[in-house]
Each structure stands twice: as structure tokens, then as C-alpha cells.
């Protein structure tokens, strides 16, 4: 079974840090290119940051920039987002997703995990 797990969501306060994680079962990740997404009360789901197979990667959020980090380790078959300097308005579900390229759009995605809370607040 083809199967994304994120893992590494909680509660954090503003300034803080969290890393999130994204494994694969089923599959290796190593010819797909990996999203995270975000979605946030009431809003629609937000490209984020994405990673290509050949490892350079592209924002999807300019309010990201200098702050979120994506990398892989195709060893682990796994994706990290690496938040950093986080505020109120980065909260809510992020999800990853294996596509063939990077798009900033869902229907360029065909698997997506379940997704993780973020919740930053103080």
C-alpha cells in the first residue's frame, strides 16, 4: 500500500522551530518530486515549499522565504520541512504530497499523506 506519513506537528510559540517530516511506505521517493502544503481554518490548501527528485527545490509561499527549509533523505525515504521563526499565521494542517514535477496546485499531486497539526500561538 502506497502510503505518505507526516510526523513532527504540535504546539509551538512565535519565534520557535519544528521539523517535520515526511515518509514513504510502499514506495521510494527518490523519482518524485515532494510538496508540503498547508491548510488553515476556513482557507484552501497552500503550496508551501517543494523538492525536486534531483534534489534543488522551489518556494510555493513567498511568505516562507528565509524561514522554511525543505531537504530529503532518499536513504530514509524521507522529506523534512525545517520551520524556523514561525508566526501565528503559519498554523494549520500541513500535508506532503508526491508528484511528478513541483506545482503549487493539489491536482499535481497524486499521493498525499493524512497531514499534521501546527499550531503557533503563545
Known amino acids: 500500500q502506497l502510503q505518505l506519513v507526516e510526523s513532527g506537528g504540535g504546539l509551538v510559540q512565535p519565534g520557535g522551530s519544528l521539523r517535520l517530516s515526511c515518509a514513504a511506505s510502499?514506495?521510494?521517493?527518490?523519482?518524485?518530486?515532494i510538496g508540503w502544503f498547508r491548510q488553515a481554518p476556513g482557507k484552501g490548501r497552500e503550496g508551501v515549499s517543494c523538492?525536486?527528485?534531483?534534489?534543488?527545490?522551489?518556494n510555493l509561499a513567498d511568505s516562507v522565504k528565509g524561514r522554511f527549509t525543505i531537504s530529503r533523505d532518499n536513504a530514509k525515504n524521507t522529506v523534512y520541512l525545517q520551520m524556523n521563526s514561525l508566526k501565528p499565521e503559519d498554523t494549520g494542517i500541513y500535508y506532503c504530497?508526491?508528484?511528478?514535477?513541483?506545482?503549487?496546485?493539489?491536482?499535481?499531486?497524486?499521493?498525499w499523506g493524512q497531514g499534521t497539526q501546527v499550531t503557533v500561538s503563545s
Open positions: 504530497a508526491a508528484g511528478r514535477g513541483c506545482s503549487g496546485y493539489v491536482p499535481g499531486y497524486s499521493y
Open positions: 510502499g514506495f521510494t521517493l527518490d523519482y518524485y518530486a
Open positions: 523538492i525536486r527528485s534531483g534534489g534543488s527545490s522551489i
